[in-house]
Structure formats: C-alpha cells, structure tokens
C-alpha cells in the first residue's frame, strides 16, 4: 500500500471551512497543522507593533524580510494548534488573531514582495513533511509538490455566518454585517492581486462545503486519501 501523502494543502477563500477541517484531519492523521495565514498575520502583528506604515509596500517588504518568524508544533498545552515564534524564542501564537490584525492583514498579504519573502519560509515548514497545510495559494504557489491536494469553497454568506459564530464563541463583539463586508473585500483582494490571485490548482479536488459540516467534508477527505493510498 502507498504511504499516506506527506504534504496535504488545502486551499481555498477566508472562512471557508480550511481550519477547521484541516485541523481535525492534521488531528487523526498526527500530523502538524498549518494554517499559512499565520505567517502574514505574524508580520501584520509585528509591523503594526514596531508602527512600521503598512501603505509603505518598500518599508513592509523590508520588514518582513528582516523579521524571521517560524511555525512549530504546540510548546504549550493551551489549545493552539501550533505555536508561532518570531526572532527564535518570542512566542506571539495568541496575539495574531486581534481585529487590528485582521482588518489589516489582506492588505500586507497582497504586498508581492512580502508573498515572496513569506512563501519561501512557508515552503521550509511544508517540506519538513508529515503537514497538513492550508491557506489561499498552499498547493498552486506555495508546495505545488504537495503530494494531495483540495480546494474547499463556500458562499460568502455561509463563510460570513462561520467567522460571525467563531468570534461570538471567543467573546469578540463583531456583528454579521461587518464580518460580511470584510469577506467581500477580502475576496475582491485575493482575487484581484498581481502576485498568486485566488485560484484552484488543475490536480486539486473541488469540495463546495456551503451546506456541509466539517465532519462531512473530513470524511469526504479521508475517503479521498484512502483512494489515493490504494
């Protein structure tokens, strides 16, 4: 029997379902979950700390080239699926997920040089294998190697409503109507951006999960893997 894939991205738009069921699967199969996004909102977090401009595409990109931040798995037993280190030792894994964070972060990421910086370090953690990876660009930019491939997708409002129902569950005061319009602009970034737009890879799978729950979409995977491994 082959061996189960060592890389396994899993792209698609914002709140479209990749953390969770990329989590749960990093989960049953033992393997590191990382979610890509992390590697832009960590040079958001800290570019916003250190008041570096983030309308300076230069002074961002300078930045981030001179900020190491490494994805590792969790150093700590508190519900983070990873842990986020920036200069080797400063652990910043809860701090990347501040509305400050999140209302800037599309516009760090559409930066084409920062997409190149970050990629090649993104490509690093992938390649250490035994990884399930997600975010917008993992298996058409970031490992087009990846031995397994999936694209979920889901209506803006369904994506809208799952970010709403997360943010309640963690305390934030966002209404649904905010949470709507900064999907839309989000997906009009991704889409739109010179360097690596939103796009399906030709040998991912397509998995719509706007009237799925993760643990249909999981199943489906695994039986996917399963096919793969015959």
């Not at 209506?155 to 963690?170: K, M």
């Not at 905010?178 to 397509?206: F, G, H, M, V």
Request: with cysteine; aromatic share 6%.
């Amino acid at each position: 029997m082959p061996p189960l894939p060592s890389i396994i991205a899993i792209d698609g738009p914002v709140a479209s379902g990749k953390s969770s069921i990329g989590r749960r699967l990093a989960e049953r199969l033992g393997y590191l979950f990382f979610d890509t996004g992390l590697m832009y909102r960590a040079v958001t977090y800290l570019a916003l700390r250190d008041h570096v401009p983030l309308d300076d595409d230069e002074a961002v990109a300078l930045y981030a080239l001179r900020t190491h931040v490494d994805i590792r798995p969790p150093t700590v037993d508190d519900g983070r699926d990873c842990t986020v280190l920036a200069e080797g030792d400063e652990d910043i894994t809860w701090e990347l997920r501040s509305k400050e964070v999140e209302d800037n972060v599309s516009r760090v990421a559409a930066i084409p040089e920062v997409r190149r910086i970050l990629t090649s370090r993104m490509r690093q953690v992938g390649l250490r294998g035994r990884i399930v990876m997600v975010g917008r660009d993992v298996g058409s930019v970031i490992v087009p190697e990846a031995d397994f491939k999936i694209f979920l997708t889901a209506s803006v409002e369904a994506r809208a409503r799952r970010r709403f129902e997360e943010t309640q569950a963690r305390g934030e005061n966002r209404s649904y109507e905010e949470i709507l319009a900064n999907l839309r602009e989000r997906d009009r970034i991704d889409s739109s951006r010179q360097t690596a737009p939103l796009r399906r890879a030709p040998d991912a799978y397509l998995l719509d999960t706007t009237v799925l729950d993760i643990a249909g979409v999981v199943a489906t995977i695994e039986r996917l893997i399963a096919d793969y491994t015959k």
